[in-house]
């Protein structure tokens, strides 16, 4: 298998970035107000498809709305599940004007668009209908992006075959814009502190509610200004920060308290999903040994198609 890991510096489309990231979370609270929860806040985040992202269906109007981003042709599509369908293009504007199409687009297909019109996890929030400033729309950008996220899907999915735990889907988490992946030890975790920017403490501290190895992948913000991947545990053990991780390019960002990868270390490698897997493996194996995860009981080798686990 041979993927697709295109070039994706972060300045020259940041404020397009800005801009998609706000969009997901118009369409992720969409999600969010209409599906029941789940552990972890699951139920609220986007996934990878053939075309960009998408909700999966969604319990509304008459039996299920999917609402995806099509980041190849760039449109904003919205399907019922009585043959309804809308949708409008990916193109520039403000986030205001995505807000009321959005909407709109749901009325259109017999769905219920209310849902909190606030942004979280980023800084200085701007209620979305108030948020009229002029966003750019660099197509070309988006689409190498979501390149990047169908590579990075794939060896994030391969990655999750090895674990016989509890493990989360692959998902794009619309608040801090990040693909992630999340392994638990199966032990409780102690009460989070809380205090994330525009992120009530009681969805915190129940997402963080056990103990956890995640990994993940941003396209720049949040803290870093370029692509990269990234690796925490909660709580972090012992010397977690002084563990030496694989491949080279990997190192203890101490502002972020996490590790990092940038994505042009995984990019430029011999063998980038090598090299992507070697710092998913390192970095929770660092967490498990350092926290005392029993690691025999919640491991197993990783899936191989058509083949049955041995057991």
Known sequence: MSLEWPDIPYEP???TC???HLYTQIVGKY???RTPWINHSWHATLYVNARGLTTSLVPDGPGGVEVCFDLIDHR?????TDGRTAQFPLAPMSVAQFHRRFRDLIGSIGGTAKFDGRPNEVPNPIPFEEDRAERPYAADAVTRFFHALVATDQVFKRFRTGYLGKV???HLFWGSFDLAVTRFSGRSAPRHPGGIPALPDAVTREAYSHEVSSAGFWPGGGGVDFPAFYSYAYPAPNGFADARPGPDGAYFDKRLGEFLLPYDAVRRAS???AALMSFLSSTYQAAADLGGWDRAALECPLGLPGRPRQV
């Open 271 to 273: 063998t980038p999903e």
């Open 13 to 15: 489309w940041r404020d």
């Open 168 to 170: 989360s889907p692959v």
């Open 31 to 33: 999600r969010l107000a």
């Open 76 to 80: 904003l599509i919205g399907s019922a």
């Open 18 to 20: 800005s801009a998609l």
